[in-house]
């Protein structure tokens, strides 16, 4: 790869990065010099620079580097870079290419084993990366897609768990001494927080996992820092939410429950632990009365003596930790049962109340109101961000998905004061215009659960602060397989059209639709609303000359039997399609979900791709917005395709 790609995906006037007029370095010997960069772009993820030929050969791995041989990570081949790079930190100007801030982590000299199209192996010699590492190139069609895996044993090296339960206390009266450390107790959930890869994953103590959007900038915030720790989550885990951090149970390859608590609390202080929904519990060694009456005046319910030099027990109850109730422990909040605390917010967002929650919209899954709401609220961050100024067309199936739906538009005659509408075009409706509603905050994502608007249809083009239709921002490439073709085919036609679209410079995000199919979306700029269209026309219809036997660009159903269609008709302005994260009217409650390049290679089978409301808030923990790049890049200006493309 030559450093054209890369000056044309940065301006010089706007970014810090280097971009050096001559091209690479020529026949100068390689140096064996690496760099990885910690790149908390909009998603986090860590840059690994190899000197090759004069660039740095580069791949972004999500997850930063492997700790031991089981463990396989995503890596994705980018652009090559130019030397100057080994040297370059600084904070990439929002709006350019890989936008935000980016640290070095480490450098160093590296030893090549193999360099192949293939496989790449090479020893880094690092302060912190420092072993055999093998990059595989996991997708024969496309050059971006690879693995990383970590070839040798790293002495001494304890394997972070999966999960884990957390150590409990005794309850008795409060222990007096030098030995005892005394931590306040807040009442909320006890909870175990693992962090790798710059990603968070939060247990109860049964080892069921939850999901908290407050807390994802956790694992941001540590970085490469592989951790798990102890906590107290107090609040609604999907609303105003603070975890309290009592413990370390496991840092960096070192287990840490054979150390005595004294010394687990003083790595604890060395971390970077406070942020704005999380922080160190507070504790007093050789405290007293003192402090069980300064908890109480604050109306929290409890006291944790524990002895200095007392291990960490995982699920287990012993004496080296006990639990003092305060004066305060009968009318706390943490003393109060969980169905009493969801009798008074479980249905309820803001102004927005669910009716009849218990009311079965799933038959087949028993997936109640109820379970749709928490849905929502699970992944209400996160998808309201794909809604903001998209009208909204919502399909509704008010006695269940078993029975008949409707589609409705305008909702100007049953919308509360509160949700936003805008006033669209109808060309071929009922009426000239509608008020659809615009969906912008969870709130509204709760009013539309309570209509059992299961579906929401969005368009490619937004509206302005005052209504106005804007051009485009999206392409889509809607993949639906005919009679005898499945999603698997739709895969196999996606990495044909990604890999067509890479001819043009242009990079596109994959989704399920929920139901059969698969989508690829683009974010674009536009002058005029028809050329999304018309590109989008002239992709298709060239994959369809060049692979008749799987491809069609025709809409007639009669011709598409074990073929897949690439719908292109769906960026014209009046039509829409599924939104990110929605919920879809099927027998079971599926969802249109964003995946990797990586899952979309690895299809084999059609169940494969097919993803639950139980399976989303799993997959945001560990992935985040995958479609992130669809709001936060530099947005693609769509080349002018002439004749035959």
């Given at each position: 790869m030559a450093l054209e790609e890369y000056r044309r995906k940065r301006d010089p006037r706007r970014t810090p990065e280097p971009i050096p007029v001559d091209g690479p370095a020529g026949d100068a010997p390689d140096q064996q010099r690496f760099v990885i960069q910690e790149h908390h772009a909009s998603q986090l993820h860590w840059d690994v620079r190899l000197e090759r030929d004069g660039v740095l050969a580069s791949w972004a791995v999500p997850k930063g580097l492997p700790t031991d041989p089981d463990t396989i990570r995503l890596a994705v081949r980018t652009e090559d870079h130019p030397l100057e790079y080994l040297e370059f930190s600084g904070e990439i100007p929002r709006g350019e290419y890989g936008a935000g801030r980016m640290t070095i982590w480490d450098a160093g000299r590296y030893d090549t084993e193999k360099w192949s199209d293939r496989e790449v192996a090479v020893v880094l010699h690092g302060d912190r990366a420092s072993g055999r590492y093998v990059f595989i190139r996991s997708d024969r069609e496309r050059r971006d897609g690879w693995i990383l895996r970590r070839s040798d044993p790293v002495p001494g090296h304890d394997p972070l768990p999966r999960d884990l339960a957390p150590m409990l206390p005794s309850?008795?009266?409060?222990?007096?001494?030098?030995?005892?450390?005394?931590?306040?107790?807040?009442?909320?959930?006890?909870?175990?927080?693992?962090?790798?890869?710059?990603?968070?994953?939060?247990?109860?103590?049964?080892?069921?996992?939850?999901?908290?959007?407050?807390?994802?900038?956790?694992?941001?915030?540590?970085?490469?820092?592989?951790?798990?720790l102890d906590a107290e989550l107090v609040g609604d885990p999907w609303g105003r939410v603070r975890l309290w951090i009592g413990d370390l149970v496991h840092l960096d390859g070192r287990d840490c429950t054979p150390l005595p608590f004294a010394e687990r609390r003083a790595l604890l202080e060395e971390l970077p632990l406070t942020g704005p929904h999380w922080r160190l519990s507070p504790v007093y060694p050789g405290g007293g009365p003192e402090v069980l009456d300064a908890a109480a005046e604050q109306n929290l319910p409890e006291v944790i003596a524990k002895r200095a030099d007392s291990p960490y027990v995982p699920g287990r109850r012993t004496s080296d930790w006990v639990a003092v109730a305060t004066s305060a422990a009968p009318?706390?909040?943490?003393?109060?049962?969980?169905?009493?605390?969801?009798?008074?917010?479980?249905?309820?967002?803001?102004?927005?109340?669910?009716?009849?929650?218990?009311?079965?919209?799933?038959?087949?899954?028993?997936?109640?109101?109820?379970?749709?709401?928490?849905?929502?609220?699970?992944?209400?961050?996160?998808?309201?961000?794909?809604?903001?100024?998209?009208?909204?067309?919502?399909?509704?199936?008010?006695?269940?998905?078993?029975?008949?739906?409707?589609?409705?538009?305008?909702?100007?005659?049953?919308?509360?004061?509160?949700?936003r509408t805008v006033r669209v075009g109808t060309p071929g409706g009922r009426s000239e215009n509608?008020?659809?509603?615009?969906?912008?905050d969870v709130e509204g994502l709760a009013w539309a659960a309570n209509l059992a608007a299961l579906e929401l249809h969005v368009p490619q083009w937004r509206v302005g602060p005052r209504g106005g239709r804007q051009t485009p921002d999206l392409v889509v490439f809607d993949l639906d397989p005919g009679e005898g073709a499945t999603v698997v085919d739709c895969c196999r036609v996606a990495e044909h059209l990604a890999?067509?679209?890479?001819?043009?410079?242009?990079?596109?995000?994959?989704?399920?639709?929920?139901?059969?199919?698969?989508?690829?979306?683009?974010?674009?700029?536009?002058?005029?609303?028809?050329?999304?269209?018309?590109?989008?026309?002239?992709?298709?219809?060239?994959?369809?000359?060049?692979?008749?036997?799987?491809?069609?660009?025709?809409?007639?159903?009669?011709?598409?039997?074990?073929?897949?269609?690439?719908?292109?008709?769906?960026?014209?302005?009046?039509?829409?399609?599924?939104?990110?994260?929605?919920?879809?009217?099927?027998?079971?409650?599926?969802?249109?979900?964003?995946?990797?390049?990586?899952?979309?290679?690895?299809?084999?089978?059609?169940?494969?791709?097919?993803?639950?409301?139980?399976?989303?808030?799993?997959?945001?923990?560990?992935?985040?917005?995958?479609?992130?790049?669809?709001?936060?890049?530099?947005?693609?200006?769509?080349?002018?395709?002439?004749?035959?493309?």
């Open positions: 309850p008795g009266p409060l222990p007096r001494g030098e030995a005892w450390w005394l931590q306040i107790g807040f009442g909320g959930r006890r909870v175990i927080v693992r962090i790798d890869g710059g990603r968070s994953r939060i247990t109860d103590a049964e080892c069921a996992e939850l999901t908290v959007p407050a807390l994802r900038e956790l694992g941001r915030s540590l970085g490469a820092t592989q951790v798990m009318r706390s909040q943490g003393q109060t049962s969980r169905a009493a605390r969801a009798s008074e917010t479980g249905h309820r967002i803001g102004r927005a109340r669910l009716t009849n929650p218990a009311k079965v919209l799933y038959p087949l899954t028993g997936t109640t109101k109820a379970d749709v709401l928490a849905y929502y609220r699970a992944v209400g961050e996160v998808m309201v961000r794909h809604l903001r100024g998209r009208p909204v067309t919502m399909v509704r199936w008010p006695d269940g998905v078993e029975k008949p739906s409707f589609f409705e538009k305008d909702v100007s005659r049953h919308a509360p004061q509160w949700i509608a008020d659809f509603p615009l969906i912008e890999a067509a679209l890479d001819e043009h410079g242009l990079v596109a995000y994959p989704r399920t639709s929920g139901g059969k199919g698969l989508q690829l979306y683009l974010p674009v700029t536009v002058s005029r609303a028809e050329r999304t269209s018309e590109f989008a026309r002239a992709i298709a219809e060239r994959l369809a000359r060049d692979w008749p036997q799987k491809v069609i660009a025709v809409m007639a159903k009669a011709r598409r039997r074990g073929k897949v269609f690439i719908d292109w008709s769906q960026n014209n302005p009046a039509k829409t399609t599924i939104a990110s994260y929605s919920l879809r009217g099927r027998a079971r409650p599926t969802v249109a979900t964003p995946v990797t390049w990586a899952e979309v290679g690895a299809c084999r089978t059609p169940d494969d791709l097919v993803f639950t409301l139980e399976d989303l808030p799993h997959r945001l923990a560990e992935h985040e917005d995958l479609l992130a790049p669809l709001l936060f890049t530099d947005r693609q200006r769509l080349p002018r395709l002439s004749g035959r493309v």
